[in-house]
């Protein structure tokens, strides 16, 4: 059954304090992998897709890679506007639409 | 920036009524999705579809029916309310070659 799982469940930073999330999965042929950023009562923001085991993305303060059995997110001298909650999705091989697997997430607070 | 709209973006209900959430997207995107999301917990999807006339159920059960009479509009009905069903609904879409999925900004429903 294809899993993931996400650490921690809950992360405070000071602002300014690197640090990085971790989604581990277990999938049957990955198609995608996929980063999220979520608001308080709103939909899921698409952050990243990654496709392959040593494959990185940047944007801003974030950066994503990728290995065979685990994702990092990256999170660079972070501001409070970054607090918000991190989905990690993936995607299997298979039919189209029943295959993305999300993670519970990581709630981020970075205080001032 | 992804346009996907949902509406109402909030419902409150009581018991035994029939509702319709709706969902559309301006992008063209063939796949469409409904996800059901607890506070605090992960997305679980209720149904998808593939195109026009194309629809499937997801991972969790939903007593919940979808349509997909047009590309652009994939609208979710409960024929009657319960309080269990009390939850943030989110719609997605994804084009044909694209991997990302795109999110509405979600209907949180009150059933009473």
């Known amino acids: 059954e294809d899993q993931v799982t996400q650490s921690p469940e809950a992360l405070r930073l000071q602002e300014g304090e690197s640090s990085s999330l971790n989604c581990s999965y277990t999938v049957s042929g990955l198609r995608g992998l996929f980063w999220y950023r979520q608001d308080p009562g709103k939909g899921p923001e698409f952050l990243f897709t990654l496709y392959s085991a040593g494959e990185e993305k940047e944007k801003e303060r974030l950066k994503a890679t990728l290995t065979k059995k685990e994702s990092f997110l990256h999170i660079t001298a972070p501001k409070p506007e970054d607090s918000a909650t991190y989905l990690c999705?993936?995607?299997?091989?298979?039919?189209?639409?029943?295959?993305?697997?999300f993670g519970p997430g990581t709630r981020l607070s970075v205080l001032p | 920036e992804a346009d996907i709209y949902q509406t109402p973006r909030y419902l409150v209900i009581g018991t035994g009524k029939k509702i319709t959430l709706e969902c559309s997207q301006t992008m063209g995107h063939d796949k469409m999705y409904w996800y059901q999301q607890d506070p605090g917990m992960e997305l679980h999807l209720i149904h998808y579809s593939y195109g026009v006339n194309s629809t499937e159920k997801g991972d969790l059960s939903s007593e919940s029916t979808v349509s997909r009479i047009r590309t652009e509009h994939f609208p979710l009905t409960l024929e009657s309310a319960r309080p269990s069903h009390t939850s943030q609904y989110l719609c997605a879409s994804r084009g044909l070659a694209m991997g990302t999925q795109y999110f509405g900004p979600g209907t949180r429903l009150l059933v009473l």
């Open positions: 999705a993936v995607q299997a091989g298979g039919s189209y639409g029943q295959n993305f697997v």
